[in-house]
Each structure stands twice: as structure tokens, then as C-alpha cells.
């Protein structure tokens, strides 16, 4: 055996704690776990830079093996992670408005920016500007185990391992020949997921080298709402009715002195608001999917103890959001008196609510030529859903290559070095198709007659808009029309030197050497967005939730590290094994602005575990984490979006009763003509305007790990450990929660509120009122970007495994769990200090996803000589309301009445929507050896078919609560069945 071999197999052996973990494999298949040392070569140990064959790391490590993944018959990372015990569902396939394209892990529902992914225990380019890595492209196929660490990873892995790290290890000298194709369809007969996975290699040069390639293709069908019946119709989670968007059609205008009214097109007469837009058929529960990947690693032994390995994937995936109609979104449109399409009665409303005598509206109505006298336009906003145009549509490519070389061995018996470098680039391109463009809709509603407009450009077509659906013609819509891009471009250069190894010397009272790494970093973060005029344009794309800025901006990081082990006493009474750990890293930081300067951070961590018993270990981590800004929170303009209110204290009839109220809502920017007819949020959205800030500066957070591995004796096969971890994150870069900046203006309205700091952080819609409307003129809620944060979470993570081998079967039970005590989110020093565990609504949690305090994964398979069969069950704690949020609610709702008389909170909150029960869903596999070479398995998820709650639509963030419900928490598309056949040779 050589010392490069030697050297590999030491790292092979230190997985220890972490095997106990592993998710039970089926017998016949076992050949596809863990492997020893002699038939794997390198085993990533996550939470160390330390390989030694008898120490472990003091880090709890939750591992998902890859039989788990098999028998599950998972398509992507992100379906793996998201039912992980202690992780929040995060972006991925059951997103659909506000999905860009890519797939997120959340750990500890603190955020899909707080983590690290890593390939094989390396950083790999991140998809967007957020510097986060998207799941898309890991390569399953040749993925052997997904570990996951608890708590801070700063010190080992750099900036951003606040909750953790998601390391994602692959297969090692794998040799011969792997096809696995697998087709998952619903019992519905929707969603069909295809995908097929060939991968080669082998061991050439007598060993010394060995080299393995891996395609694969995966092709996924849109599921849509309007295809299960609890998510046909938008349901509002307020009065618990159908109730869709208020960008409707027939149109609605806002009218001086009326509020927003809608227009009768069977009477042509303007009347008070009657139908709204159904908008849920159009959405899906499923995001299309389409991807190619290839994956190729490989290694050599170019001299005794010395290798030089290499690693490069590439993947191209493309994902479309599919969403209702465009339309003109409560934008500001200018019309001529005498629009041939202006219904006389409507002309007439107009005229009077403007001042205009009979005899001038008359002659207004019959000017025709814009150089006339008589000529009269009406400035009136406008919410008319285009249902002609289709579906909006964004189709997300994303392109990824990442490549790495290195060379590692041994520079002594003891001591040996690893340099490698990467390089990756990510190009996601956005195309959207089918919106509504508004400068050309105000051309096109400038004409006063049929077939031309006044602006006499090329191709417009006068727009008739005040009819019902088809009253916009073919002919006038491709005018009205065009695609628009964004492009996402984002870059990693690293290289890293490492040295490990021991000293030479241990404990008097130790058999093992004192352990050692010492190493050096560097990596360069890029990345840009271009966006096309139109995407520019703040309002220009009806209904795009507002503009995609252009981004330019990067940064470099220099790192110092080193780790120590240090095993104290062994093999004592009471003192089976005694060490320490301890690590410490120094970076510097240098960004790409004049204005920012660099800045430096160090981070450490110290530990250790202590074995009173063979049978018990206890173990502690304390560790100080930090996470740097990233280029979108550095660099992005500031610009309008989307976020969601439900009730606005400025709507309704209140503001009549309260003349601080009114003025408040004047000094926000409402006319003063709207007061007492503003109109709540169209779909609980509002415009929300933030930016990010070159200012800013790294969080800091302290987390620690208490916890025990018992495997006894006296119970063979049995192995528990059980952790309980806290995190407080210090200097948090956030902003300001919706009720945070609505309470801090409304929840004591005085004489002098209407000029307080907290009450100017809005710009409300100048012509309705309201908070929605055009981001070109309505600013929304104004929330900056700050290091004024505090979050904290605590909870324990329990793992249970055991295996028993009868005269008939092999049993093997595992238990993964998470009870998280606590996550509190307060924004800035005067922010509420937010419990968001156990609870849902536009305020939680920091991702905008449910976090439960309980939820568990335990598997029961028992294993035949050639079939396996596998019983999953998967548990979510019940969740409320938010109590801080319904209190809100009720303070906003002044003069709110229940029309039955039952329950006067029932305008507040559907008291039904209220809560939702624990979940439990069962899962059922079974995989057959036809032949030594040849095996299938059959997968039924949500084997009871079990249907996701109903909370309507308005209850949370518009990314989660969607189709009524909270889809990727919640099963949204019911029993499933797939079958895959996996071939090798």
C-alpha cells in the first residue's frame, strides 16, 4: 500500500459518530454505503479539516444516505433536504410565484443565505447574486451521503456557515457501468416526472488511477391549481370567500371622490365593486423542469505518495413560473373624452366626478383632433386583468460549469498537504413572455378613433378596455406585447493549501498523537444582472412585481486557519476517551466600491467529548460564526417590489372617525379626496421598496452544541445521540418585518403621528390611496437594509438507529428528530422581538416558510434476501395564526362587523384558517433484485392520499401561501407512485 493510499484510508475511517446517523440500507444492497478504507479512498469528514483513523469531530453531524435517497426515488437535492427534521422548506419545485429559477436549502429556518453547500466538503459557485448554491445542479447520481452539520461552520468552512453546512459526498473510485431510470406520476394522472442517470468508470494504469463520468436527464410536467379542488378557486383568509385579484376584468377605475368602481359592460355604467379576478387556475403546484448534467471526476498516483485528482460538472436546467394574466396593475393611464371604446355613461361619471359641465363634456366627447379646444383627456387609475394575453410566463436557464484540480500526499509518515484550485461560473437567463406593456397601453388608450393612435407609432392599435373578456382583439395585443430578459451572472475563483497531520507527541495519558491542520484560503465572489430596458423600467411589465435593476459588484477574501485535536486520556476509568478541539480563522475581506471599506473577522471554535463509557459519549462545541454581506445586499439599487398586507389601518371607513388616522394617511401621500374609499390590498400584495447598502457589515454569531452518542452494549445494533444547539445571531442584515414598520406608524395614532419618522416609511398610491399600484409612482412600505438585526433559535435534534439481523430478515429502524424551542426575529432596537415557531403569517418566519417546533422522519425496512420493503413516516407538528399578527389585524380592522353576528373576529381571520393540525404523512417502497445486476424499485408517497390544509390565500407570504394552502410544507398533489429500475454492471 502506498502513503498516498495509507493517507486516504485514514480519512476513511474517521466518519464514526457520523455512521451512527446513516439511514438503513437494505441488505441486498449494502454494497452502497459507507465503505471501508481498502474500497473507497477519501471519506469527507463534514466539520473538520482533520483526518485521523480513531478521532471524530465534536460537531453532530445528521447524515442522509443514499439508499434513503434511492428508496425515496428523489429527483433533486431540494426534495431530500426539505423534509430534513430542523430545515425549513426553502425554494424549490412547489414554488411558483417567486421562483427564479433555482432551488434553496434553509436550515433552522434562519434563512437560505446563512449556510454553506458544499460538493465533496468544497464550495461550488453560487446560482444568483445572494451568493447562494443552487440544488439544481448537484449530481445525484453519484451522491453516496448528504451530511448535514448543525450550528456554525465558520471556522472550518469561512463566512456564511452560521446555521451550518450542507455537504454533499460523492461516490469514491466507483468501477463498471450504472443506468437508473425512473418515472414518477400522480394518482391524477399530472405532475409526470422523467429521469435517467448513466455513469461509467474504473481504475486504470494498475490501480493507480481512476476516472468516472456521469449524464444524466430529468424532465418534469406542471401540476395546476385548478387540477385539485381545494385549490380551484382563491379563497381570501379573511372573510374565508372566493375572492380573487382586484386587477379584474371588467376593468375597474379609480374616480375622484368614489374610489375604485367597476364597470357594468352590460349597462357601460361604472358601479361598485363586484367581481374580482380568479387567478389560481393558472398557477401550479409543480414548476416545469428540464435538465442535462454531466459530472466527471478523477485521480492518479503520478508519484509514490503523491496524487493529483480533478473534478468538473455541468448542468443546464430550465425552470418556468407559470402565473395568470398580465394587465394593467393599478397604473396611472391618461384617456381622451372621446376614446372611441368610452362608454357615454362612463364619459359622464368622469365628467362629473372632474368637474366638467354637460355642455363640455359634450364637446370633449365629439374633439377628435388633439389640437382642438374642446380636447379632454382623464387621468384615472386602472386595474384590468388582460385574460386575452394568456399566462404570464418566465422561462429560467440556468448554465453552470464548476471545475477543480489539486494535487495531495504526503510530505512525512505523519504529515500530509492538499492544494487545489476551482473555478465556476453560473449564468441564469430569465426570459418572460406575455406581459403587459404599460408605456405602450397608454398609447394605445391615446387614440379617438378605431384604428389608429395619436401618437401615430408604428403598429399601435387603439385598446378597448371597457368591455368584458375578448373585448381586447387579437389585432391589438401584439402591439401591447414583447419578451424581456434578466440575466444573472455570478462567478467563484478559489484556491486553498492545506497541511495536516499530527505532532509526533500525544498525552501521557493518550495512545493517539495530537491532531493538527494549518491552511490558507483565497476566493474572488463576482457577480452581475443585466436587464433589458423593459425589465428596467420601473412598471413597464404589468404585473412583474416591479423592476430588475442592473447589479454589478464583487469581493475577495484572504484566509488564515488552523484546527487542533487533542486527545487528552484514553482508556482510564471513567475515562474511556478524553479530547479537545479547537480551530480558529482569520479573513480579510476587500469589496468592489470606493465607499466600502475592507474589514477583517476572525472566528474560532472549542470543544470537545469526553467517553466516561465505550458505551456513552458526551460532546460540546462553542463556536463564533460570522456571515459577510453578499453582492446583492451590497450592491443592488433600490427599487419597488411585492410583499403582503392583508388590512390596511388607511382602508375602509375608519379613517372617517378618526381625524389622526385621516391625516396620517394624507401625509403618506392619499388624496385627501380618497379618504374613507381606499380599498384593501388586491390579493394581500403591496409594494415594498428596499435596496441593498455598501455599508454593510458581517454578522457575528455565537452557537453552541451540547449533546451524547449511547451505543450500549448490552442492545446490539442500537445507537442514539441526541444534541441540543443554540444560535444567536448579532448585527443581522435585515429589514424591518410588514408589521413592524405598519405597528411602529399605527398602533398609537396621535396628533403628531402624521410627522413622525415611523409614519413617513410610506408612499402610498397618489391617485387610490392605497399601497399598491405602479412601483413607478407608488412606493409602498420603505424598508431599509441594516446591521440592526437579533435572531436567535434553539432546540435538540434526536437520532435513534437499530438493526437486527433475524433468520429470515434484516430489521433496520431509524428515527430522526427536531423540537426547536424558539426562533425569535426582532429587526432593529424598536422591532418587536417575533416568536415565529409554531406559527404562519406575513411575518414568519425569515424565509416566509412554516417552521414547526416537532417534526420527525422514521423509517421501518425490513430486508429479504432479495426484496426489501420500506415504511416511512414523516411527522409535522400543528401550527397558528401568529397572535402578534392577529392582534394586528384587529387593530386595523376599526368598525370591522361580521355579517352573520357569530363571531366578531370572524372579519378578521376565517377562525378556520386559524390553525392547521399536525400532518402525517406514510410512505411506502419496495425494491426487487431480479438479478444480480438488475434491481426495481416501486415508491407510493402520501400513501393515504393525504390533502394539504386550506388557509386561503391571503394568510401568508405569496412565495409559500400559495393555492390556498402552504404547498411546499404541505403535500399539494396527493398520492404519487413511481418505479425505477436501476442496471449494473
Not at 471545475?403 to 487545489?420: E, H, K, M, P, Q
Amino acid at each position: 500500500m502506498t502513503k498516498t493510499q495509507k493517507f486516504l484510508g485514514r480519512s476513511a475511517l474517521s466518519t464514526g459518530v457520523i455512521g451512527l446517523a446513516l439511514v438503513a440500507a437494505p441488505a441486498f444492497a449494502q454494497d452502497d454505503t459507507a465503505s471501508t478504507a481498502e474500497d473507497t479512498g477519501t471519506i469527507v469528514v463534514t466539520g473538520t479539516l482533520i483526518k485521523n483513523p480513531n478521532i471524530v469531530a465534536t460537531s453532530p453531524v445528521s447524515v442522509i444516505g443514499g439508499e434513503e435517497i434511492a428508496l425515496r426515488q428523489s429527483n433533486t437535492a431540494e426534495e431530500i433536504l426539505r423534509d430534513m427534521p430542523g430545515a425549513v422548506a426553502s425554494i424549490g419545485s412547489a414554488v411558483n410565484n417567486g421562483n427564479g429559477g433555482a432551488s434553496y436549502v434553509d436550515l433552522r429556518g434562519l434563512g437560505s443565505r446563512r449556510n454553506v453547500v458544499l460538493l465533496d466538503g468544497t464550495r461550488i459557485v453560487p446560482g444568483d447574486v445572494s451568493g447562494r448554491v443552487d440544488l439544481n445542479n448537484i449530481p445525484l447520481a453519484l451522491v453516496e451521503r448528504v451530511d448535514s452539520l448543525t450550528g456554525g461552520a465558520s471556522t472550518t468552512y469561512g463566512a456564511d456557515a452560521i446555521t451550518g453546512v450542507v455537504n454533499f459526498v460523492t461516490k469514491k473510485d466507483f468501477s463498471g457501468v450504472e443506468l437508473n431510470i425512473s418515472n414518477q406520476i400522480t394518482e391524477e394522472g399530472d405532475g409526470n416526472v422523467f429521469r435517467v442517470d448513466a455513469t461509467i468508470g474504473g481504475n486504470f494504469d494498475d490501480g493507480k488511477g481512476n476516472a468516472v463520468f456521469s449524464i444524466g436527464y430529468q424532465q418534469s410536467d406542471a401540476v395546476y391549481q385548478s387540477d385539485r379542488p381545494y385549490s380551484r378557486e382563491s379563497i381570501n383568509s379573511y372573510n374565508g370567500q372566493p375572492e380573487g385579484s382586484g386587477t379584474a376584468v371588467p376593468a375597474r377605475f379609480s374616480v375622484p371622490g368614489s374610489g375604485v368602481l367597476q364597470i357594468d359592460p352590460t349597462t357601460g355604467t361604472l358601479v361598485p365593486i363586484y367581481a374580482s379576478f380568479n387567478f389560481n387556475p393558472y398557477n401550479v403546484f409543480q414548476t416545469p423542469f428540464e435538465r442535462f448534467n454531466m459530472f466527471g471526476q478523477a485521480n492518479y498516483e503520478v508519484a509514490d505518495g503523491i496524487e493529483v485528482y480533478t473534478r468538473g460538472m455541468f448542468s443546464k436546467n430550465t425552470v418556468s413560473t407559470i402565473i395568470a394574466p398580465s394587465g394593467i396593475f393599478n397604473s396611472s393611464m391618461e384617456i381622451p373624452y372621446s376614446n372611441p371604446y368610452l362608454p357615454e355613461a362612463v364619459r359622464n361619471q368622469f365628467c362629473n366626478a372632474n368637474g366638467l359641465s354637460a355642455a363640455a363634456c359634450s364637446a370633449a366627447a365629439a374633439a377628435t383632433d388633439p389640437t382642438s379646444a374642446d380636447f379632454r383627456t382623464f387621468t384615472t387609475n386602472v386595474l384590468r386583468r388582460a385574460t386575452e394575453f394568456g399566462p404570464r410566463i418566465s422561462d429560467y436557464v440556468t448554465t453552470i460549469f464548476d471545475y477543480r484540480l489539486g494535487v495531495r500526499g504526503s510530505i512525512t509518515d505523519t504529515i500530509n498537504f492538499d492544494v487545489a484550485g476551482a473555478y465556476g461560473e453560473s449564468e441564469n437567463t430569465q426570459t418572460q413572455r406575455g406581459y403587459m406593456l404599460m408605456s405602450r397601453t397608454r398609447d394605445a388608450l391615446m387614440a379617438t378613433n378605431t384604428t389608429s393612435c395619436l401618437s401615430g407609432n408604428e403598429g399601435c392599435v387603439p385598446l378597448n378596455i371597457f368591455g368584458g373578456d375578448g373585448s381586447i382583439n387579437p389585432d391589438q395585443i401584439p402591439y401591447l406585447t414583447a419578451n424581456s430578459t434578466v440575466s444573472v451572472r455570478s462567478t467563484l475563483a478559489q484556491v486553498r493549501a492545506l497541511v495536516s497531520g499530527d505532532f509526533g507527541v500525544a498525552s501521557p495519558f493518550a495512545e493517539d498523537p495530537i491532531q493538527f491542520a494549518v491552511g490558507g484560503e483565497y476566493r474572488k465572489y463576482g457577480a452581475k444582472q443585466e436587464s433589458d430596458l423593459l425589465a428596467q423600467t420601473p412598471g413597464e411589465l404589468g404585473g412583474a412585481g416591479g423592476a430588475a435593476p442592473n447589479i454589478d459588484g464583487g469581493y475577495d477574501v484572504y484566509e488564515a486557519y488552523g484546527e487542533l485535536i487533542a486527545p487528552l486520556v484514553t482508556d482510564r476509568p471513567f475515562f474511556h476517551s478524553l479530547q479537545l478541539e479547537a480551530g480558529i480563522r482569520y479573513s480579510s475581506y476587500s469589496v468592489d466600491a470606493p465607499t466600502s471599506p475592507s474589514y477583517k473577522t476572525t472566528t474560532w471554535k472549542a470543544g470537545g467529548t469526553w467517553a466516561p463509557i465505550e458505551d456513552v459519549k458526551l460532546r460540546g462545541m462553542y463556536q463564533r460564526s460570522v456571515r459577510a454581506p453578499n453582492i446583492g445586499e451590497l450592491f443592488t439599487p433600490v427599487t419597488t417590489g411585492l410583499t403582503n398586507l392583508a388590512v390596511d389601518p388607511c382602508a375602509g371607513s375608519a379613517p372617517l372617525n378618526d381625524a389622526n388616522l385621516a391625516a396620517v394617511c394624507v401625509a403618506q401621500g392619499a388624496p385627501l379626496n380618497q379618504i374613507g374609499t381606499i380599498n384593501q390590498p388586491s390579493s394581500g400584495q403591496i409594494n415594498i421598496t428596499t435596496g441593498g447598502n455598501v455599508n454593510l457589515r458581517p454578522e457575528k454569531a455565537d452557537s453552541y452544541v451540547i449533546g451524547a452518542v449511547i451505543q450500549p452494549k448490552v442492545v446490539p445494533g442500537f445507537s442514539l445521540t441526541i444534541d441540543y444547539y443554540n444560535i444567536k445571531i448579532k448585527k443581522a442584515i435585515t429589514t424591518p418585518t410588514v408589521d413592524d414598520i405598519m405597528s411602529a406608524c399605527f398602533d398609537d395614532v396621535t396628533a403628531s403621528s402624521a410627522t413622525s419618522v415611523a409614519c413617513q416609511s410610506f408612499g402610498r398610491n397618489p391617485a387610490t390611496g392605497g399601497l399598491d399600484g405602479d412601483p413607478a409612482t407608488t412606493l409602498g412600505l420603505i424598508a431599509n437594509l441594516s446591521n440592526l438585526g437579533t435572531i436567535t433559535t434553539d432546540g435538540i435534534d434526536l437520532t435513534m438507529n437499530y438493526r437486527h439481523q433475524f433468520d429470515f430478515a434484516t430489521l433496520n429502524l431509524t428515527f430522526n428528530g427536531n423540537w426547536t424551542n424558539s426562533q425569535k426575529f426582532k429587526a432593529t432596537d424598536t422591532s418587536i422581538n417575533r416568536e415565529c415557531v409554531g406559527y404562519y403569517s406575513i411575518n414568519c418566519g425569515l424565509s416566509g416558510s412554516i417552521q414547526p417546533k416537532l417534526s420527525w422522519n422514521t423509517r421501518a425496512t425490513l430486508s429479504f434476501e432479495k426484496v426489501d420493503v420500506s415504511f416511512l413516516w414523516r411527522h409535522i407538528d400543528g401550527v397558528k395564526f401568529e397572535p402578534l399578527q392577529f392582534e394586528a389585524d384587529q387593530e386595523a380592522a376599526v368598525g370591522c362587523v361580521d355579517p352573520n353576528g357569530a363571531d366578531p373576529e370572524a372579519c378578521i381571520v376565517e377562525p378556520g384558517f386559524r390553525k392547521i393540525k399536525s400532518y402525517d404523512y406514510f410512505d411506502l417502497a419496495t425494491r426487487v433484485a431480479v438479478s444480480d445486476n438488475f434491481d426495481v424499485t416501486f415508491t407510493v408517497t402520501n400513501l393515504f392520499d393525504k390533502k394539504p390544509p386550506v388557509v386561503g390565500n391571503s394568510i401568508g407570504s405569496t412565495t409559500y401561501n400559495s393555492g390556498n394552502t402552504y404547498p411546499s410544507t404541505y403535500d399539494a398533489l396527493g398520492r404519487r407512485f413511481a418505479i425505477g429500475g436501476r442496471v449494473r454492471f
